[in-house]
């Protein structure tokens, strides 16, 4: 899954990798620095920690793309 957002600190979007398949989990933040991840879980709770729904433009879109990665995580 990637996502694109944007946000009210940035005139460039912000992405959200979270590649199963290749075992890919990063996100390219405001300031255009980049975050690794080894699971989608941490990624999942770096983005809780370090980012909230009012920073972005479109705050329905984000809490989306949270829900979504939220499920893809639990077990079936």
């Known amino acids: 899954m990637e996502f694109e957002f944007m946000t009210t600190e940035c ?3 912000c992405l959200v ?3 199963d398949d290749n075992g890919r989990y990063m996100i390219q933040n405001v300031d255009r620095s980049g975050e690794v991840f080894n699971s989608k879980e941490e990624l999942l ?6 980012w909230s ?3 972005m433009i479109e705050p329905e879109k984000y809490e989306r793309m949270l829900k979504d990665l939220k499920e893809s995580v639990l077990p079936v």
């Open 53 to 55: 729904r009012e920073m």
């Open 45 to 50: 709770e770096w983005m809780e920690n370090c």
């Open 11 to 13: 005139a460039l979007p």
């Open 17 to 19: 990798v979270a590649d």
